[in-house]
């Protein structure tokens, strides 16, 4: 059984920013989802395990960046240029035998989500 944990959120201004971390072992691609009150959960970005290939959802495309450090067992989220509709649970995934997903049944693993609010 492979345990995500995420870490990092917390409250900041609308223009500020915010980095993301995900404690996992193993060698799966990763992504990374979110849910606001109210909605469904949605992709936000998803990296393969080497990390050379990386994706992004049109609404965060240039204001974040997944990476991960395999020889840290962790996966990032740097977030920038945060907007008020970027408040959320951001949640971590991973997926096995998958080289990048964005749908959400394509992730077998997910850790237990970390609260990113942004004030305007």
């Known amino acids: 059984q492979v345990q995500l944990v995420e870490s990092g959120g917390g409250l900041v201004q609308a223009g500020g920013s915010l980095r993301l971390s995900c404690a996992a072992s193993?060698?799966?691609?990763m992504g990374w989802f979110r849910q606001a009150p109210g909605k469904e959960r949605e992709f936000v970005a998803a990296?393969?395990?080497?990390?050379?290939?990386?994706y992004y959802a049109d609404s965060v495309k240039g204001r974040f960046t997944i990476s991960r450090d395999n020889a840290k067992n962790t996966m990032y989220l740097q977030m920038n240029s945060l907007k008020a509709e970027d408040t959320a649970v951001y949640y971590c995934?991973?997926?096995?035998?998958?080289?990048?997903?964005?749908?959400?049944?394509?992730?077998?693993?997910w850790g237990q989500g970390t609260q990113v609010t942004v004030s305007s």
């Open positions: 193993g060698r799966y691609a």
């Open positions: 990296i393969s395990y080497g990390g050379g290939r990386t």
């Open positions: 995934a991973a997926g096995r035998g998958l080289v990048l997903g964005t749908g959400i049944h394509e992730y077998d693993y």
